[in-house]
């Protein structure tokens, strides 16, 4: 069966030799959540954006990204553009850039209603104060007649989720959703979510490895415009293999909790976008660099490293970066 999403050596460049994103490999299965996690600037937005025809002026895209076996890269704003209204659905970190800031929030709910559904106009705003009541917005009534200013940061970021799934989308891409919002209502941003995607896939986008336990079945990490590593939540967060997952792990003090928090600093630099990168881009940061790595490893068997940490030496690997 196809994968819902497969994306396959995407790549961003801003120009020759500017490439940001530098051949991603990445896949989505139906109804499941995979989160994509690396330190700012790793690429995380741009292979997003990139999908659905969003990168910034001047990137051009190559490669492959296929929604249940139909490319998307090439296709033409006007397709693209069917897509995600239709069949993909975008949340951001800001939803203040998402809703239009002098229209009432349910009006810009029934608005959504009327392109996605059949629904009659005299319908419509009713079905958007219960959309707004069923991601626990209380007042819902008098809420939807309020301008996006009037509400919280975190209603605001609900009224988006509401308006996200109502166009049922077969995939939902989120972008820090919840990085904007504080640590309370950001729990209870994230179980919003999870109760309400079960049967949708997922691309989950973020930074903090806590959100990762919390929502996604697998996770693929990021380094330097590259996946490096991927697998279940358990497989990654518990049994590293890249020594850059493990590095991003270490941190954390408590071994039975090791999955919150942001993500710690590892020492060195990031390659800036257009650095030449020859070999293994962590090399340079990286505990177990040897001249092996002069040569730049593939992603094979869940992991793009050509010393990846093996289950016996997890615990001894850790060990001796610290
Ligand atoms: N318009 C642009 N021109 C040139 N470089 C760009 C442009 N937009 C993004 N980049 C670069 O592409 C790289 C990847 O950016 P991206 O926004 O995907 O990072 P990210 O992983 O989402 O980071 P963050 O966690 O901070 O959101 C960055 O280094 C950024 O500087
Ligand atoms: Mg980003």
């Known amino acids: 069966m196809t994968e819902l999403l497969d994306i396959e050596d995407l790549r961003v460049d801003f120009g020759t030799g500017r490439e940001a994103v530098r051949g991603v490999d990445l896949r989505v299965g139906r109804g499941e959540t995979v989160a994509v996690v690396g330190e700012s600037g790793c690429g995380k937005s741009l292979t997003a954006l990139a999908l659905l025809g969003l990168a910034p002026d001047g ?49 810009q709910i029934a608005e959504m209603l009327a392109i996605h559904t059949p629904m009659r106009r005299s319908a419509r705003f009713r079905a958007a104060v219960e959309l707004m009541e069923s991601v626990g917005i209380t007042d819902a009534p008098e809420r939807a007649r309020q301008m996006p200013h009037e509400l919280s940061g975190g209603m605001r970021q609900r ?55 919390e929502i996604a079945d697998r996770v693929a990490v990021m380094y330097a415009g590259r996946v490096v590593e991927t697998g279940t939540v358990r497989e990654v967060l518990e049994k590293p293999q890249h020594p850059y997952t493990a590095a991003l792990l270490r941190s954390v003090p408590d071994p039975d909790r090791p999955v919150s928090g942001e993500l710690p600093s590892i020492p060195g630099q990031v390659p800036a976008v257009g650095e030449v990168v020859e070999g293994c881009p962590f090399s340079p940061r990286c505990p177990r660099a040897d001249d092996a790595c002069t040569t730049a490893p593939v992603l094979e068997a869940g992991v793009a490293c050509w010393h990846p940490h093996t289950d016996a030496q997890t615990e001894a690997g850790a060990e001796d970066a610290r």
Do not use: C, K, W, Y
């Not at 990137?59 to 990204?65: D, E, K, P």
């Not at 033409?76 to 659905?89: A, F, K, N």
């Not at 904007?180 to 109760?195: F, G, M, S, Y």
């Open 59 to 107: 990137a051009r895209v190559s490669g492959s990204a296929r929604l249940d076996g139909a490319e998307l890269v090439g296709l033409g704003e006007r397709e693209l553009r069917g897509i995600r209204g239709d069949r993909v659905s975008i949340i951001f970190q800001d939803p203040m850039s998402s809703l239009n800031p002098t229209t009432r929030v349910g009006t």
């Open 159 to 213: 009224v988006m989720i509401s308006m996200a799934l109502a166009a049922r989308p077969d995939l939902l891409i989120a972008d820090e959703p919840t990085t904007a919002l504080d640590v309370t209502v950001q729990a209870q941003v994230l179980a919003l979510l999870r109760e309400r995607t079960r049967d949708t896939a997922v691309l989950f986008i973020t930074h903090d490895m806590g959100v990762v336990a």
